[in-house]
């Protein structure tokens, strides 16, 4: 998996970052200053993100801005604004067993050091003309519901519930002679809450952007994290590289870049739990819901590219 290298004979090291206490202490210090800042913005611009999701096709169909709030703030602007924004990893992520393709990165638990908040996304769902993920940080318990069905099935359903509300007939025509595997996959996606019935048909529990909701929204979430990034993200990244160098983490340099962004990363999900201080951001439930800041979008739009 490259995940380790032998430099010698008998003897193994880890091919990542990995920071030990002190030095995650020494990075960390980047992160609450440029967070309070970040957050100070976020805020100032709810009143136009608000306003500018009311024009939505999304906003249309029956979605409310109570609704998206959390997608909006975490996914939308704290997760892909920042990468819209420029703060990027330069290299394509390693190929790993099963298909995945990702870095790895860490560092040890820092019993007196409070965690920061990090944007992150989870997706388990293999969907053929859509993305879907969920928007995680540590400080965020969810309460995970088991599922018995296989995630094919239920991603066959959530694209088909993206379409158009279905009966239970209908959503079962697609399982040909195995019926059976599309009732067990409607009750799981009903449990997991990404999807609901509601007067004998079943809908998406979640939002799903499409174009029309991109060109609506894609102008006010640039024009809030360009300069949030320019402003505040690099000017407060500016010397990790040399303290990075000065901890003896020079053999990896070719891995800072995913540390700039997984730093961002730290910066912007930290300010959301300031916004959840200021009421700007409602206080999620403990623990959240399977569906909590969870989203779909059609592939290719800008909002979320």
Avoid: C
Wanted: aromatic share 10%; hydrophobic share 45%.
């Amino acid at each position: 998996m490259t995940v380790l290298t032998a430099p010698g004979k008998g003897s193994y090291l880890a091919n990542f970052i990995a920071f030990d206490a002190e030095d995650w202490r020494r990075v960390m210090r980047f992160i609450p200053e440029p967070a309070a800042e970040a957050a100070h913005r976020f805020a100032s611009v709810e009143g136009r993100l608000k306003a500018a999701f009311e024009r939505t096709p999304l906003a249309a169909s029956g979605w409310h801005w109570a609704d998206v709030i959390w997608v909006v703030y975490s996914v939308l602007v704290a997760n892909a604004g920042v990468s819209r924004a420029g703060i990027t990893g330069v290299r394509p992520a390693p190929a790993r067993p099963r298909g995945g393709s990702y870095w790895l990165g860490g560092h040890e638990i820092v019993p007196d050091l409070p965690s920061v908040w990090t944007t992150g996304l989870n997706s388990d769902l293999p969907l053929e003309t859509m993305h879907l993920a969920n928007f995680w940080t540590y400080q965020i318990e969810r309460d995970w519901a088991a599922v018995v069905s296989t995630a094919r099935d239920r991603a066959k359903i959530v694209e088909l519930l993206a379409k158009a509300p279905v009966t239970e007939t209908e959503a079962l025509t697609h399982f040909g002679d195995e019926g059976e595997r599309g009732r067990v996959a409607l009750a799981d996606l009903v449990k997991t809450g990404l999807a609901r019935r509601q007067n004998g048909r079943y809908r998406i529990g979640i939002p799903v952007f499409t174009e029309g909701d991109s060109d609506v929204l894609t102008p006010e979430v640039d024009g809030l994290m360009k300069p949030v990034v320019a402003d505040v993200v690099i000017p407060a990244l500016r010397h990790v590289d040399s303290l990075l160098d000065e901890m003896g983490y020079g053999p990896w340099r070719g891995q800072y870049p995913e540390w700039h962004r997984w730093l961002a990363g730290n910066i912007t999900g930290h300010a959301l739990s300031y916004l959840v201080e200021q009421a700007v951001l409602p206080r999620p439930p403990s623990p959240a819901p399977p569906s909590f800041a969870t989203l779909a979008w059609r592939k290719g739009i800008s909002l979320v590219w």
